[in-house]
């Protein structure tokens, strides 16, 4: 099944612990992201990749890294998280077909306290 | 329609009934719209998609309308299930140059009554 696995799906941790928050897809996808969802604010992008190796920053990219070794995978890294990040996050991936966008992950919820 | 407040904007809708979710878009350079429907505790799904050289495009159940001059984009849901309770967004690809640079709506809420 086509499909883009995040994990954990639920994370509580402590200000300032640094935490990964792992993303894999199965479709070969070129393209992969990372958003944050906050309740009236939609989706808003904290990192993108084109390719292995080629990521660039969104709109909210502060606090947070990114990278793209491997096609399949593209974690996201707080190294150093803020009760502020608390947030859904989603990974999401796709080809450079120009169809149908991206597709989702089922989100990880991540509480900083 | 959009929202900046904490708030989602809600459309309810009775059943059988269509609907009609509004959006506008920021950047007159955008050249590719999506409509996302989420479920509770699920990620965005793509629903349907349009590109800027285009008008209108239908689907199974959906039509997406895109008014160029305006930056005005809708999603219409004909005859209105409970299945199709959830939060809309639109998304607009900001350019030719940086497809995967997806900019998304605040997103509609959706409550289909019996």
């Known amino acids: 099944e086509a499909q883009v696995t995040q994990n954990p799906r639920y994370l509580i941790t402590v200000t300032g612990k640094k935490l990964t928050v792992t993303c894999s897809q199965n479709m070969n996808h070129e393209y992969m992201s990372w958003y944050r969802q906050d309740p009236g604010l939609g989706l808003r992008q904290i990192y993108y990749s084109m390719n292995v190796e080629v990521t660039d920053k969104g709109d909210v990219p502060e606090g947070y890294k990114v990278s793209r070794k491997e096609k399949r995978n593209f974690p996201l890294i707080l190294e150093s998280p803020s009760p502020n990040q608390t947030s859904l996050y989603f990974c999401a991936s796709s080809s450079p077909s120009r169809r149908e966008g991206y597709t989702f992950g089922s989100g990880t919820r991540l509480t900083v306290v | 329609g959009e929202s900046v407040g904490l708030h989602l904007p809600t459309l309810s809708v009775q059943e059988g009934d269509n609907s009609i979710i509004n959006c506008a878009y920021s950047?007159?350079?955008?050249?590719?719209f999506i409509w996302y429907k989420q479920e509770s505790g699920k990620g965005p799904q793509f629903i349907i998609d349009i590109r800027s050289n285009m008008d209108k495009r239908q689907g199974q159940r959906v039509t997406v309308l895109l008014n160029k001059t305006v930056k005005h984009l809708s999603l219409q849901i004909a005859a209105t299930q409970p299945g199709d309770s959830a939060v809309y967004f639109c998304?607009?690809?900001?350019?030719?140059?940086?497809?995967?640079?997806?900019?998304f709506g605040a997103g509609t809420q959706v409550v289909v009554t019996p």
């Open positions: 998304a607009e690809n900001r350019g030719l140059d940086s497809w995967g640079k997806f900019q």
């Open positions: 950047n007159s350079a955008s050249d590719y």
